[in-house]
Each structure stands twice: as structure tokens, then as C-alpha cells.
């Protein structure tokens, strides 16, 4: 654990720190396989200073022994557990979307959650619950999985629309549990039972009370339980909470009857089980002239973070979508991605213009066929070793020196060549064009090598506009943002006329909430008119809104439009600012 990343944690590559708690941190990672397998997952590590705590690294084994057993689409996926390193971790789905936590803020501050959308979002929550509450081991016998601590913050909503319950960390499974006394508390307190609160024993019908408590939040937009901690605590345990009639006046009955009933302080007076609760939650919906589905929790969740989060797209893909990684077990969710725009197809480093145009004959056209050459026979030697008779020797047979140079170049990619001072100049800059294109090369398998390689080659030749441009999209995607940030800045002073570069850089200022820096990059990418120009005055509205300048940000969104009549995303902004200005 050296802290710079990327690092090799066993098979995984840690990318990004995504979130640091109190007992672990979280990370963005990636696996390999064969055949250019590659899969993105959430690692969970503990925090070094817990790694020798016996109670904890022993709750943090149940965690990961529960939840391996599970696989259900409202649950999070576990897909591995062990220890790297002297330190214990769990690979995790990977989760593009917001907690349930973020989302109620959001409705909080916009526009409270559609009925109909809290009522699907309870009705996954239940089927995920029912189906860990009726687990059985392989021998067929019941485990009877009791979450425990269901509440907002363990609850995600992808942008796909789906709803996943995550951390079953204090999980209890029944007749199996030695570590729960009589008397402990442990989940969050204002999402807990009665009986929970109380410190007595609990079966499904706790989690059944906290998935209650969820939808009173969703449907009123106001806590259950509120007040001073040993309030919210007493009020808990006496299930003492406003009516919800009384929050929402216009709430269906059947509604206002379904938490009613699954907030009884009595246990027996509860649904018995999540399906129960389940089916009475379906059978809402249909009082709904639209039934709710994923697709329309995904349209109410991306319209609820339309203005934040932003991930660019290709030039191609036409557009920006808001998207918020969330890892499964996060210690907060406040963590912001963007995706940097990628360069067109990569060719062979192209010279000068000025030089290009005027190179006819002589040491100049000599100096072509050189970098030429030096490219084939480097590319030809990483590929496939020393090769013998590609090149006849009578093409490199007017001096001696250049062709000892191209063979020194082809086979020793540490910048040390024999030239002779004359031409020290000529063969650096062919030296890194052969590292540039070496470093190309392992793009798709070796990043790590790849930016190695490419540094050397902006060592070598500092005024490499194409290399610096490389690395700012490698370290972007390795998740260390300030050396792209760095690399881009260099390819804006060589060039300052390099839109994609100055597009990437406008969007690292945005990640890091540099809306007024990032409008100032944007407003000179438009300026520029590169074919992505729908792109770039997309994202310019987009730091316009963020600072509050909602005209502006109108003004821009409608030039997006203009430059891009079919592209949707612009379109339905568009049309939303409009409405609500």
C-alpha cells in the first residue's frame, strides 16, 4: 500500500479512492483476464489500524460470508473476499447511481419524489429482503438472513433504474449468531424497530418496520422520528411518529393503510412477511395511470442530478449524461467522475506543418525517411523481436553513422543512442516518436507501461503536443486528475488552439467544482467551433448553471441545439430550463 495509484492490490488494480470511512476505505478497481477480459469492481478494504482488531476483521468476514451468499438484482453482488497485503477486503459490484440518502435530499431542495416512484423503490427494497429472509445453506436448511440496518444510505438507485440494498455488515442470520447480545444496539437508530431499539431480539418483521420508515420518508418528505438522539431513541421504541394523513392530507389511503400497518410498534401487527408487504405495494401501483417501472425511476433520478454530475461522452456519442459513481458499501456518496473525451484514431506523430509543406530534397527528406524507418523497425522489434532482412541494406547504404543510428534508436528504447552531435537534435525527436509509438502500443493492456513510455517520450522531446495530450487522457483514466490536469495545461501552451484538450481540462474543472474556471475553458472551446462544438456549449450551460447564471446557461443550451439539432440530451435540458425559469 504505497498510496499512489494506480496500485497492484493481488489481481486488482486500485484506480481511484472513491471514499474513506471510519473503518475502510473504498476504491474503483479493475480485474483482468484472458483474452482482454476486463471487469470494473468496488474494492472494500479495512483501514490499516483495524487490521488487527479481532472484532472487527471478524464482523468484517461475516459481512463478506453473508453477502456472498446472496445473489438477488436488489441486492449488491459480492463477487470475491480475502486478504492482501496483511489487509482484508471485499471486490464489489461496481454501481453507477445515488443513495437513497442523496436522492431525499435532492427532493428536499427540487421537488418531492413522485408517490408512485417511492412506492417501486419499497417494492424492490421488499423483494430483495424477502428473498435474504428465505435464504437456505446447502444443505436446504433456512438462514433466515435479518438485515438490520436498512435505511436510506444503504439503499442505491442506478441511473438504469435499479434499486440495490447493500452492507449487510451487521446482518444477523438466526440460531447462528453468538456475537448479538440481548441489550446492543447496532444499525441507525431513527431507521431501527421498536424491538430493535429496545435491544430485544429481532426477526424479519425489524426490517419490515425500517422499510416502512424508508417509505414515510419517501412519500411525506419528512422523518418518521426526529428530535434530540435520546427522543428520536424513545420515540423509536414507542413507534411514536405523525401520521402521515396528517403530513400529506391528499396521501391515498391505501398508502397512509400500508404504513400504517408496517409501522406498528407490535410485530404481530405488521405484514408477517416482505412479500406480504410487497404484493400490498404492487397492488398500488395500479391506482396509477402509468404503471413505474425501472425506465421511469431511472428518467425521475436522472432529472434529480441533471445539473451536478457530468460524464462526457465521445464526439461521437452526442452529448453529456449526469452520472454519480456510487460503490457498494461507500462511506459517502458525495463522489463526482468524469470520463475525458477521447482522441480521434492516434496516427504516427505528424511534423511540423511548416516543415511538412517544405521538405522536398536533401537533408530534410533525408531526415523524413529516417523518422520513417526508425518507426517500422521499433514497431517490428517490440512486436516480434529481431527480425532479419526486412530493411535491404543498399536503403541506409549512403552513410554509415545514420544507419548504426536507426539500429541503436530500434533497439534501445532507454533514450541512449551513439549519434554523433551533428545529429543529436535528429535523433532525440526520433527517439521519442519511437517511445510515443511503443507506449501506443500497450494502451489497451498495460497502462501503467504505456504512460511510462509516454513520459520518456515528453522527456525527450518536450514540444510532443501528441504525448502530452496521451497522457492527460492516461492519467485521467488512472484517476490521478492532477497530472492530467498538468498534462493538458501543456498541451494548451504548445498549442493553444487544442480543443479536445482544452475540453478535458474544462471538464477536470468542473469535477473538482471549478464551475467559473470551467466556463471560462469552455467558452474558449466554442470559440475554436470544433466538430463536438454541441459538446462544448453543452458543458458551457452546464458551468453556467451551476454558477446560477440561468440565462446564459438557457442561451448556451439553446446554441448546443443549434449545432446539434437531434441531440437529445440538449434538447430535453432545453426544454426543462425553459419550464422551470
Known sequence: ?????????????????????????IFKAKVTGEGGFEKLVAIKRILPHLSDDPEFVDMFMREARLAALLSHPNIVQIYDFGKEQATYYIAMEYLWGNDLRAVLQRTKDQHPLPIECALYIASRICAGLEYSHNLRDLSGKPLNIIHRDVNPQNVILTHQGEVKILDFGIAKIAEMDSTTKVGTLKGKVPYMSPEQAAGQIVDKRSDIFSTGVILYEMVTGAKAFQGAAMEVLERVRKAEFTPPELVVPDLPPEVCEILHRSLAKNPEERFQTCAEMFRRLDDCLTLFSERQNAENLARQIRHLFVDELFEAKSHEGGGVCAHRPVMAGSPGSEITRTLMLEAEEPSMIAADPSVQDSVSSGPRLWLSVLLAITVILAAVFYRYGPVKGLVDKATLSETADNKSQVQSIAA??????????????????????????????????????????????????????????????????????????????????????????????????????????????????????????????????????RQGKTEDSIQSMARAVAANPINSKALAYLRLWKEER
Do not use: C, W
Open 1 to 25: 500500500m504505497n498510496g499512489r495509484l494506480p496500485e497492484q492490490f493481488g489481481k486488482y488494480q486500485l484506480i481511484q479512492r472513491i471514499g474513506t470511512g471510519g473503518m475502510a476505505e
Open 412 to 545: 534501445s528504447p532507454t533514450g541512449m543512442t551513439t549519434a554523433t552531435t551533428e545529429h543529436a537534435g535528429q535523433v532525440a525527436g526520433a527517439n521519442a516518436t519511437v517511445l510515443f509509438q511503443q507506449g501506443l502500443e500497450l494502451l489497451g493492456t498495460d497502462p501503467n507501461g504505456a504512460r511510462d513510455l509516454i513520459e520518456k517520450s515528453v522527456q525527450a522531446d518536450p514540444s510532443n503536443v501528441d504525448g502530452h495530450f496521451e497522457l492527460g487522457k492516461l492519467y485521467g483514466k488512472l484517476g490521478n486528475q492532477d497530472e492530467a490536469t498538468k498534462s493538458y495545461r501543456n498541451v494548451v501552451q504548445l498549442d493553444p488552439n487544442h480543443s479536445k484538450a482544452l475540453f478535458n481540462l474544462g471538464l477536470l474543472y468542473a469535477e473538482r467544482g471549478d464551475f467559473a474556471h470551467g466556463e471560462q475553458v469552455f467558452a474558449r472551446v466554442v470559440a475554436l467551433a470544433p466538430t463536438f462544438l454541441d459538446q462544448a456549449y453543452f458543458n458551457l450551460a452546464m458551468m453556467q448553471r
